[in-house]
Each structure stands twice: as structure tokens, then as C-alpha cells.
């Protein structure tokens, strides 16, 4: 698998875990959770995985397009 694949796959994941832990706390089984600490969970899990990544694939996309 090439990292766009990685990427995609990790972000579909990482949106799939968002919403259904926003329904379980509409739902009243998160606790004490909020909206909030659950979708910055989100972004931070985001941010971790794949701004290096994603990085990586732009950069490596801009290279190619270049020297071609």
C-alpha cells in the first residue's frame, strides 16, 4: 500500500471514530465527555498520524510534476 492509501484509509478512521463516539455521548453513554473533547481527540489523532504524512505526499507529488 502507498501512503495515499494509508492516509485515506487512517482519516476515514479517524471520522468513522468522531461521529459514532458523538452519537454514544448523545446517546448518554460517554460520561461525562464533551462534543468538544471528543472532536479535539479527533484533530489531535488527525494532527499525530498523517500532517507528517501528508506532508510527505505533497512534497513527494510536487517533485514528480516537477522533474517530468
Given at each position: 500500500?502507498?501512503?495515499?492509501?494509508?492516509?485515506?484509509?487512517?482519516?476515514?478512521?479517524?471520522?468513522?471514530?468522531?461521529?459514532?463516539?458523538?452519537?454514544?455521548?448523545?446517546?448518554?453513554?460517554?460520561?461525562?465527555?464533551?462534543?468538544?473533547?471528543?472532536?479535539?481527540?479527533?484533530?489531535?489523532?488527525?494532527?499525530?498520524?498523517l500532517g507528517t504524512m501528508d506532508f510527505?505526499?505533497?512534497?513527494?507529488n510536487f517533485r514528480e510534476n516537477k522533474?517530468?
Amino acid at each position: 500500500m502507498k501512503n495515499k492509501d494509508y492516509s485515506k484509509w487512517l482519516k476515514l478512521i479517524i471520522v468513522v471514530f468522531a461521529v459514532v463516539a458523538s452519537v454514544l455521548k448523545w446517546l448518554g453513554f460517554m460520561g461525562s465527555a464533551t462534543i468538544t473533547e471528543i472532536w479535539q481527540v479527533a484533530g489531535f489523532a488527525y494532527a499525530i498520524s498523517l500532517g507528517t504524512m501528508d506532508f510527505n505526499i505533497c512534497k513527494d507529488n510536487f517533485r514528480e510534476n516537477k522533474n517530468d
